[in-house]
């Protein structure tokens, strides 16, 4: 079963709008990452938020943490078109492990 | 650093035929793993090593083996590939204690099975 879970499966906004997705998961965790992948790449890692965080911030990444509704959300302010990628977020599958599982992610695209 | 790298980008297979896909990574992880992503679908952890000379299954370990004997490399081997294993294959690393959280991927391999 996943423990990470995207919404919406895409998104397609224009330059300059601000994006957002969410993730639901399904069991206690200690945290919870938000990864990037373009196109025919890899995974990249955005951002990890704990399970005592309620709110984090990089550049123009806010990532919220609900852990009584068991949700994340991930916002990009200001989008521009490098920033169409799919975004995943992962959750680890004990509560103290390094095995990850992820979301189906979610496809955006920033149209210029 | 290169971080984490994959050969070979590319491959083509028969069915029956095997291959050995290899993960290199410079920044002295502890914790490998692999995984294979199928369109539409997140990662699916295959198997992963938590040291050299271990290795454990994942979640869909079926029809795959590995082997970590230096703490660099990571290969993920296909004995008789079957057409269900065409997907893309990712490696990735991370260190131990809590960093071990953040995974560091490479760029992938694109395995076709015919």
């Known amino acids: ?112 | 650093n290169a971080g984490v790298t994959q050969t070979p980008k590319f491959r083509v297979l028969k069915t029956g035929q095997s291959m050995t896909l290899l993960c290199a990574q410079d920044m002295n992880h502890e914790y490998m793993y692999w995984y294979r992503q199928d369109p539409g679908m997140g990662l699916r952890l295959i198997h992963y090593s938590v040291g050299e000379g271990t290795t454990a299954k994942g979640e869909v370990p079926d029809g795959y083996n590995v082997s970590r004997l230096k703490k660099q490399n990571f290969l993920l081997g296909l004995e008789s590939a079957a057409p269900s294993q065409t997907s893309v294959y990712f490696c990735a690393s991370s260190y131990t204690g809590t960093s071990r959280e953040t995974q560091y991927f490479g760029p992938g391999t694109r395995l076709l099975v015919l």
């Open chain 1, 1 to 112: 079963s996943q423990q990470g879970e995207e919404d919406p499966q895409a998104l397609s906004i224009q330059e300059g709008e601000n994006a957002t997705m969410n993730c639901s998961y399904k069991t206690s965790i200690n945290n919870l990452q938000w990864y990037r992948q373009n196109s025919g790449r890899g995974l990249v890692h955005l951002i990890l938020i704990r399970s005592n965080e309620r709110e984090k911030h990089s550049g123009r990444l806010r990532v919220t943490l609900d852990t009584s509704k068991k949700s994340s959300s991930l916002l990009i302010t200001a989008s521009r078109a490098a920033d169409t990628a799919s975004y995943f977020c992962a959750a680890p599958k004990e509560t103290s492990g390094s095995r990850l599982t992820f979301g189906e992610g979610t496809q955006l695209t920033v149209n210029p």
